[in-house]
């Protein structure tokens, strides 16, 4: 596995595989791998000639400097893991290489990112995907993939992602990957690593409650659902939910009623302790 520091080690590398005819999977991460992430490299490796994998804080998506300083990091044991799970190449760039200059001397550009990103975790980290679409286009642009692999517990950012590349004109397929979990249901996440033996205990409680909820919707309200779901977590210790949306999966906008579309969607954000963890759920899908 080649590790490549730089902006044109990149491109020169990419560039003389394409030119073999060799398709190329990019698979964006900010490092502190697990199984989740491991799952995108092993699927971008099984449909593509060559699979970059990329490893970097992105800080512009940070909103809470504190957040950006308490990030997990673990370089060296990612490289280990994205050799065993076979990456052809893993770029790992300062943030110096990818914001020369300093990032607020950036130039500025605003992305049309959509209704899409001013709900959930665009109300409440603002900033977060401007940051979010500068970093991944400017990978996009560095890699130029053919296909690129997130894995659906950011369920928004792929929406905001989709958008991005759209309004860009950027030429990459997107590949939407089911969430990775635990065996007791904790979505996996860098974040779990912030978590101390008993919040991680309590966190599963989150899945759990998500997963009773789509049963209780079955004769039950959408309003009725949202508040059984954020009753039930704000009342385990150490719990506190952030938001809690059920919404059409292709415009994120809120449902009242389930006769409203065919493809509904929990998003939740709880904060065990002061970790933030994300997760989703369906509760109406297409083919139903």
């Known amino acids: 596995m080649e590790i490549l520091r730089t902006v044109n080690d990149v491109r020169e590398y990419v560039s003389g595989r394409r030119q073999q005819g060799a398709s190329v999977g990019l698979v964006p991460t900010m490092g502190a791998l697990h199984a989740g992430h491991l799952s995108l490299v092993e699927r971008a490796v099984k449909e593509n000639d060559v699979t970059v994998v990329s490893v970097f804080v992105n800080p512009t998506q940070f909103n809470n400097p504190a957040d950006l300083a308490s990030y997990p990091r673990k370089e060296e044991d990612d490289f280990k893991m994205l050799a065993s799970a076979g990456a052809s190449a893993v770029f790992a760039p300062t943030v110096e290489e990818i914001y020369p200059g300093g990032i607020e001397n950036q130039p500025h550009h605003e992305f049309d990112l959509g209704s899409a990103a001013q709900v959930m975790e665009g109300k409440f980290r603002p900033g977060h995907f401007q940051g979010v679409a500068q970093i991944v286009s400017l990978l996009f642009r560095i890699v130029n993939p053919t296909r690129a692999y997130f894995g659906e517990k950011d369920f928004q950012q792929i929406a905001v992602?989709?958008?991005?590349?759209?309004?860009?004109?950027?030429?990459?397929?997107?590949?939407?990957?089911?969430?990775?979990?635990?065996?007791?249901?904790?979505?996996?996440?860098?974040?779990?690593?912030?978590?101390?033996?008993?919040?991680?205990?309590?966190?599963?409680?989150?899945?759990?409650?998500?997963?009773?909820?789509?049963?209780?919707?079955?004769?039950?309200?959408?309003r009725a659902t949202h508040d059984t779901v954020v009753e039930r977590l704000n009342a385990v210790p150490e719990l506190e939910v952030e938001y809690f949306e059920i919404v059409d999966a292709r415009t994120l906008l809120p449902v009242d009623e389930w006769e409203e579309s065919p493809w509904i969607v929990g998003c939740i954000t709880v904060y065990c302790g002061k970790v933030r963890l994300i997760d989703n759920i369906a509760y109406r899908l297409p083919n139903e």
């Open 161 to 222: 992602i989709r958008n991005m590349i759209k309004s860009e004109g950027i030429n990459v397929e997107i590949v939407a990957c089911p969430i990775k979990r635990a065996d007791d249901g904790l979505a996996l996440s860098s974040r779990n690593a912030l978590l101390t033996p008993e919040q991680r205990k309590i966190a599963p409680e989150i899945h759990a409650a998500l997963k009773y909820s789509v049963d209780y919707s079955r004769d039950h309200s959408v």
